[in-house]
């Protein structure tokens, strides 16, 4: 039950009705955690108590008067689940004498205002709480030890909870986890440094495959990744999308190096006593983050995506050249019936607000996708084309490690310089500044080392990139029938030059479509040598 859902019961006013002489016991407990539930302070162990301090009374006890939470003392009562069906029995029986019966006052609450707010919300409906360890006085003197009950209670949780942290804490400060175990680890009791994480299969090694991966380039975005693993059942979601923010969290962990970092409590990074079972290495670690610092691949999507308009950014009026929009109307005078068109927004156009019925437009679009189909005689046009596209590309790492590599040296003399300049320094602020810049050049130096001693097999890629690009070619609809609708708008330049364009009376215009499978087609019909290149992108490298 909600909050809203509590309050829509616990404030409703109850009718002072004639009461029987018969009271009823309403008995509450509860506890902070799973674990206090088996021990000597369990719930068992105080509903027995509450129980026989009732019965001695002479209140009747039913099975079902009996409440219970698990959770800690502080927060409002309304988010309680014990407690608010405590007070929905109380409001469904307005004609019954209650008492509400705890162990101590702790159980309430250890929150003075939650303690006095759930007091007052019994007190409205003529039900007070009695304790077998607490004298509850309305008087004067007993509501000031009432308070200062409670406010003891508080102190203690908050002191308790700053104790639980400060231990913590110093366990973190000596290189250990002090946490629930992160996936792919497990922790398990050591009998030197007690419980630490330790390597869990297979979910270990999907990580390490991943994480991996990913700085070399095998998974080129995130969510490549992410489908990977579900694929693999290291999650059981559907979809991948869902999983990227999580992957994510999971590329920036030092945790997976075997280093310990809890910015949260000022605990900067340290090797942990994990680092045997670390999953990467410190140079995947790095690598990855600088992979994330660059992430900048795939073009601008429409913030204004729709569903119900698949089409809009994608097809343009064949009168004018300007954007098709969509839009929703109803009609209809005794039943009304709503239809959806997409039609032409500008003005000066002939075809201004004349509308065509968006099924019409979308069924049409997924035929002109259908027919984008590549001929069979075709496919040694797109490897030669690939092959030589994939050279470049090749050639351009080779320029990009020569560029690295000058920097490198540009960067070693000036940290050169900086060490002479931080050394010889008579100023020590002046100093401090010189020694600061250095290690930020130092930085970048590894960084660089990192990048330049990382030797990519470009043999792999290139396969699975020509394999994909080549079934994509060849049917590009079953590629996008599969796609949710922002990896659709991705899709669609991959497939067309440019938006298509669309006339109401006559559908796609085309004519004026220009496809990458025609273009290749075009080149089958030329001797393969003299293909031209200038212009032509590598249409794998960015496919999932």
């Not at 008067?65 to 009562?77: E, H, K, L, P």
């Not at 994990?274 to 990467?280: G, L, T, V, Y």
């Not at 239809?339 to 049409?364: G, I, P, T």
Request: proline share 3%.
């Amino acid at each position: 039950m909600n909050k809203i859902e509590a309050n829509s019961f616990i404030k409703t006013g109850t009718q002072k009705l004639s009461k029987s002489d018969t009271v009823y016991a309403l008995v509450y407990c509860r506890v902070s955690s799973k674990r206090q539930e088996k021990d000597g302070h369990g719930l068992q162990a105080q509903r027995q108590r509450c129980i026989d301090f009732a019965t001695n009374k002479g209140y009747v006890i039913e099975e079902t008067n009996v409440f219970q939470d698990t959770a800690s003392g502080g927060g409002d009562y309304t988010c309680r689940e014990g407690q608010v069906r405590l007070l929905k029995k109380i409001d469904a029986f307005p004609h019954r004498s209650f008492k509400v019966i705890v162990d101590e006052t702790s159980r309430l609450a250890r929150d003075i205002k939650a303690h006095f707010a759930l007091k007052d919300a019994l007190k409205v409906r003529g039900v007070s709480v009695e304790s077998p360890n607490f004298n509850f006085d309305d008087s004067p003197e007993g509501e000031m030890f009432e308070g200062m009950s409670a406010l003891t209670n508080q102190y203690l949780r908050k002191a308790n909870r700053r104790q639980v942290i400060q231990k913590m804490k110093a366990r973190m400060e000596a290189g250990y986890w002090s946490f629930i175990a992160r996936r792919g680890y497990e922790m398990v009791k050591n009998p030197l440094h007690g419980k630490i994480p330790m390597r869990k299969e297979p979910d270990a090694s999907l990580l390490k495959y991943t994480l991996e991966g990913f700085s070399t380039g095998i998974f080129p975005r995130r969510i490549d990744a992410c489908r990977y693993l579900i694929d693999k059942g290291f999650w059981k979601g559907k979809y991948p999308e869902k999983y990227t923010d999580e992957f994510t969290a999971m590329l920036k962990d030092p945790f997976y190096m075997g280093d310990i970092e809890y910015l949260p409590w000022e605990v900067s990074r340290r090797p942990g006593h994990h680092r045997d079972e670390a999953i990467i290495s410190e140079d995947t670690f790095n690598l990855n983050q600088r992979r994330l610092r660059n992430d900048v691949t795939g073009k601008r999507i429409r913030k204004d995506l729709s569903d119900e308009f698949k089409a809009r950014g994608l097809i343009v009026c064949s009168y004018c050249g300007k954007h098709l929009t969509g839009a929703t109307t109803t009609k209809g005078k005794k039943k009304a019936y709503t239809r959806s068109y997409y039609f032409c927004q500008s003005r000066e156009c002939q075809m201004y607000r004349k509308s065509a019925w968006k099924n019409d437009v979308e069924k049409k679009l997924d035929e002109v996708i259908k027919k984008q189909r590549m001929r069979k005689n075709v496919s040694a046009v797109v490897k030669l084309v690939f092959d030589r596209v994939w050279k470049q590309e090749v050639a351009s790492f080779v320029d990009r490690d020569m560029d690295k590599k000058q920097e490198r040296a540009l960067l070693t003399d000036t940290s050169e310089k900086l060490t002479i300049r931080a050394i010889s320094s008579t100023d020590d602020q002046l100093r401090i500044a010189y020694e600061k810049q250095l290690k930020e050049v130092l930085s970048k130096i590894d960084m660089l080392d990192l990048e330049l001693k990382t030797e990519t097999d470009y043999s792999v890629p290139y396969r699975t990139a020509l394999d994909k690009a080549t079934k994509f070619l060849k049917s590009p609809y079953s590629v996008w029938k599969k796609f949710d609708l922002a990896e659709q708008h991705r899709l669609f330049f991959f497939i067309f030059e440019e938006k298509l364009w669309y006339d109401r009376e006559k559908g796609y215009r085309t004519d004026k479509i220009q496809s990458y499978t025609r273009l290749f087609e075009s080149f089958a019909n030329t001797k393969p040598d003299n293909v031209d290149l200038t212009g032509i992108e590598p249409v794998a490298s960015t496919m999932p």
